[in-house]
C-alpha cells in the first residue's frame, strides 16, 4: 500500500521532465534528418563504395589498388598538391606582408580596416568571374601582358601561358593571400609592443626580434593558416574549370569529368580518388586546428 | 628604423592593392569595349537585355531565397534547442556544421549526385536536390551566424519569460528569439545568397538554370558580355558584404539600445 502511494505521488514529478527530454531531442531530429539524408549518407557512400567491387558490390581493396597504380591519377594529386602548396606558401608570405605592414607599419588607421574589407571580399571572389578577370588582364591579348608587350617583353615568348601551371598558381594567389591576411591579422594584432620593446631594451637587434621572440611565438599560427590555404586551394575546381576548361590534370577536374561521364572505365575508382581528398582535407583540417590551438596559448 | 619600416609597409601595400585591382581594372576596361574603336556600356545593355541572362541569374536569385529560408527553418530551431535543452549534441551538431569545409564541394557533389541518381533514390532531377545542396554548401555560414546571433542574446531568460507569459515553443521561436537575432540572420543570408549566385558545381552538374554555369557558357562563346558580367558579379558581392558590415554594426546599437 505505501509503496504504491510512493508511486502514486512520483509519477506526475518524474512525467514532465520525462517529456522535455523527448522534446528537446525532436528539436532536433529535423536537422539530423536532413543533414544525414544530404551530406552524411552522400559523403559516406564515398568510402563505402571505395572498398566496394563497382559490379559485384562485394568489398575490395582493388579500387585503391588501381588507384595507386595508375600514373594519371596519381599525377593528377601531385599537381593538385603542388598547386596548393606553393600558392599557400607564396599567398601565405604575402598575406603576412600585407597584414603586418597595415597592423604594424604604422600606417594611417585606414588602410587596415581598408585591407581587411578588400579581404573579405577578395577571399569569396573565386570561380568564373575570378578566371575572367585573370584572362582580361594576363591573355595574350590581356591588359598587363599589352603593357610589357609596348615596354618590348612578352611572356608568351618566354614560356608563360595564363592557362596552364603558372598562370593557374597566380590566379588562385587572388583568393589565397586575401584569406591569409583574414585568419592571420588576429595573431598579429595580438603580438604585444612590449615584447619588441622588451627586446630592444635588451640590446636585440631586428633580426633576433624576430628570430627570437616574433617567430616562435606566430609560428604554429603562421604554419596552420598556410595549412589552411592549402586546403582552400586543394579543393578548388571552379576557378580551374573555367580557365582551363578542364585541359590541366588536377584531381577536382578528374572528378568533375567522371562525374560528367565514366571517363575512368570504373566507377569504383572515381570514388576512391574523391576518398583520397577527403583524406587530404581532413590532414590538413586536423593541422591546422591543433597548430591554432597552440598558438592560442600565448595570444589572447 | 621606424621610417624604412614605414616606406617597406607602403610598399607592401602598393602590391597589394594592384594585385587586388589590376585584375579588375583590366576586366572593366575589356567590358567597355564591345563597340569598336569607343568606349561603351553595351555590353551591360547587352546582358540586361538578354532574356537568358534574366532567367538564369533569376533562377539563381529564386534558389537563393529558398536556401536562406530552409536554412533559417533548419538551422534556428536546433541552434536554440542546443543552446537551451540539449548540450549534449552541441559538439556532434558542430562537427557536422563544420564538415562542408573538410568535403571539397566536387567530392560532395560527386556523392550526392551518384547517390540519388539511381533508384529508388531517384530524385536528381528535383530542384528540392539542388535546394538541398546549397543549404549543405551555406551551412557552416548560416549555422555559425545564428550560433553566434543566440550567444548574444540571453535565450533562457527571454524564453523563461515568455513561457511565464504563456507563449508557446512555436510563437517563442518565431515571435521572440527570430526577431532578437535578426541581424544575424541576416548577415548569415547574405553570405548564403553571395554563395548561391557565385556557385558553380552543383547547378552545373544537377543540370539547373543558374548564373554561374551561364556565365561559364557565355565565357566560351563571347568576349565582352563575360566581362560585363565578371563586374556585375563582383558588384554583387561588394553589396552582400557592405550589407552584412553595415547591418552588423547596426546590431552593435541594437545590443546597446536593448540593454
Known sequence: MTVSDAVKRDAPEARPAKHKRSWAWLGVMPFFIFTFLFLLYPSSTIVIKSFQDSITHTFTFQNIVTLLHSPYLMQSYWISIKLSLITAIGGGIFGFLLAYAAIRGSLPRFIAAGLMTFSGVASNFAGVPLAFAFIALLSPTGLLIGWMRALGYNPYFHGFTLYTFAGLAIVYMYFQFPLMVLVIAPAIEGMRREWLEASENLGASSFQYWRYVALPILGPALLGTMILLFGNAFGAFATAQALTGGQINLVTIVIGSELRGDVLGNAGVGYALSLGMVVVMALAIIGYTVLQRRTERWLR | ?259
Open chain 2, 1 to 259: 628604423m621606424m621610417r624604412g619600416g614605414k616606406v617597406w609597409a607602403w610598399f607592401i601595400m602598393f602590391l597589394g592593392v594592384l594585385y587586388f585591382f589590376l585584375p579588375l581594372l583590366a576586366t572593366f576596361i575589356f567590358s567597355l569595349k564591345a563597340r569598336l574603336g569607343e568606349l561603351s556600356f553595351q555590353a551591360y545593355i547587352n546582358i540586361f537585355n538578354s532574356p537568358q541572362f534574366m532567367y538564369n541569374f533569376l533562377a539563381s536569385v529564386l534558389w537563393a531565397v529558398f536556401t536562406i529560408i530552409v536554412g533559417i527553418l533548419l538551422f534556428v530551431p536546433t541552434a536554440f534547442v542546443i543552446r537551451l535543452r540539449v548540450p549534449k549534441a552541441r559538439s556532434s551538431v558542430e562537427f557536422i556544421t563544420l564538415l562542408p569545409f573538410v568535403i571539397p564541394p566536387i567530392v560532395y557533389v560527386f556523392g550526392l549526385v551518384r547517390t540519388y541518381s539511381q533508384p529508388p533514390l531517384l530524385i536528381v532531377d528535383s530542384p528540392f536536390l539542388l535546394i538541398a545542396g546549397y543549404t549543405i554548401l551555406s551551412m557552416p555560414y548560416m549555422y555559425r551566424s545564428v550560433d553566434t546571433g543566440l550567444r548574444s542574446i540571453d535565450v533562457r531568460t527571454l524564453t523563461e519569460a515568455a513561457q511565464s507569459l504563456g507563449a508557446g515553443w512555436t510563437t517563442i521561436l518565431f515571435r521572440v528569439i527570430l526577431p532578437n537575432i535578426r541581424t544575424a540572420i541576416l548577415s548569415g543570408a547574405f553570405l548564403s545568397f553571395a554563395i548561391v549566385i557565385g556557385e558553380l558545381i552543383l547547378a552545373q552538374y544537377l543540370v539547373k538554370p543558374a548564373f554561374a554555369p551561364y556565365m561559364a557558357y557565355v565565357m566560351q562563346q563571347k568576349a565582352f558580355e563575360p566581362a560585363a558580367m565578371a563586374i556585375v558579379s563582383f558588384a554583387l558581392t561588394w553589396i552582400a558584404m557592405g550589407i552584412i558590415s553595415l547591418i552588423g554594426r547596426g546590431q552593435q546599437v541594437q545590443v546597446a539600445g536593448g540593454r
